[in-house]
C-alpha cells in the first residue's frame, strides 16, 4: 500500500480496531492523534446501536481515545438517517437503548406501540420476550421491519453474546418476514460515511476488525481496505473468504505510520516544510 495513491481520508471500525470493550488497542490513540495532526478527514464507524456518539466520546476517553463527538457515526444514526429520508415524521417500535432512540427522535420519529410505521431493531443487553413477542405481532400487522445491522454477536469481557442480527433471525423465524439492514456491510452506510466528511472512494482507506462487515463493506464501496488482526477475524479464516483485503496488518499501531506515507503530495510537501 506504500506505493499506492495518496489517501485524504480515513474510515474504522471502532470495537477491535480501536477497542476492545472501554481498553484501548495499543496505538489506537497514536492512530487518531496521527489523523487529527496532519488533519485528515475521517470517521470512525460502529455497527454498535448501544450508545450515542457522546457516550461513545466518553467512553474512549477512558480508554486513553481523544475522539470528537462529530467523527463517530453509528448504525443507529444511519438508521435513523435512512428512516428519515423513508418516511418523514414516520412511526416506529423500537427495541433498543439509548444510541437508537435518541437518532429516532432526533430524525422527527414518533416511537409508539400503537399501528407503527416499523419495527426497528437495534442492539440491547437487555432484550425482552416481551418486547420481541410485540415486535413479532406488529410485523404481522403489516410493520416493515428494520434492524440497525446484521452482526450476530457481540463482544464482551466474558465472550461472545447474541447480538442485533440473531435476534433478527428469531424474529424471521416467527413471522418470515426478513429486516433490511442499514450498518455495514450494507452500501448505504458506507455512501452516508463517505458524505458526511466529503470523501471520494479513491482517495479513501476502510479499517476493520471483520472480514464479512468491514472488509467487504469497503470493498463494495470501492475502498482500499485494511484487516487488523486484534478482533473478530483470526488469520486462518482470511483465506477462506472470497475476496482480500489490500493489506493485513497485526493492528492498528502498524497503520499509524502510514497516515503521514500516504498523505496527498501537496501536503507532504507542505509538512515536510
Not at 19 to 30: D, K, L, N, T
Not at 38 to 64: H, K, M, Q, W
Not at 148 to 153: E, L, V
Amino acid at each position: 500500500m506504500e506505493n499506492a495513491a495518496s489517501v485524504a481520508c480515513w474510515l474504522t471500525d471502532m470495537d477491535g480496531v480501536l477497542v476492545h470493550e472501554q481498553r484501548a488497542i495499543p496505538g489506537a490513540s497514536e492512530f487518531i492523534a496521527a489523523l487529527r495532526h496532519f488533519e485528515r478527514r475521517f470517521l470512525v464507524l460502529t455497527n454498535n446501536s448501544i450508545f450515542t456518539p457522546r457516550d461513545l466520546r466518553a467512553r474512549l476517553l477512558a480508554g486513553g481515545i481523544d475522539l470528537p463527538e462529530d467523527h463517530i457515526w453509528t448504525s443507529a444514526l444511519a438508521t435513523a438517517q435512512f428512516l428519515g429520508e423513508q418516511s418523514p415524521g414516520g412511526s416506529a417500535y423500537v427495541i433498543g437503548e439509548a444510541g437508537l432512540t435518541t437518532a429516532l427522535h432526533s430524525a422527527g420519529f414518533v416511537q409508539t406501540e400503537q399501528d407503527p410505521d416499523y419495527v426497528v431493531l437495534g442492539e440491547t443487553r437487555t432484550y425482552s420476550f416481551e418486547a420481541i413477542t410485540r415486535a413479532i405481532r406488529l410485523i404481522e400487522r403489516g410493520a416493515r421491519f428494520i434492524a440497525t445491522n446484521p452482526d450476530a454477536t457481540g463482544p464482551s469481557r466474558e465472550g461472545s453474546m447474541p447480538a442485533t442480527g440473531s435476534v433478527a433471525a428469531l424474529i424471521t423465524r416467527a413471522t418470515g418476514v426478513e429486516p433490511y439492514y442499514v450498518g455495514k456491510p450494507n452500501p448505504l452506510m458506507m455512501r452516508s460515511a463517505l458524505n458526511r466528511i466529503e470523501a471520494h472512494s479513491e482517495s479513501t482507506v476502510m479499517i476493520g476488525d471483520r472480514m464479512d462487515t468491514d472488509v467487504i463493506a469497503g470493498i463494495e464501496a470501492g475502498l482500499r481496505t485494511v484487516l487488523v488482526l486484534t478482533g473478530s477475524t483470526r488469520p486462518e479464516q482470511v483465506d477462506r473468504f472470497p475476496y482480500r483485503p489490500t493489506r493485513v496488518v497485526d493492528s492498528i499501531a502498524d497503520v499509524v505510520d502510514l497516515v503521514e506515507k500516504l498523505l496527498p503530495r501537496e501536503d507532504a510537501e507542505l509538512s515536510a516544510d
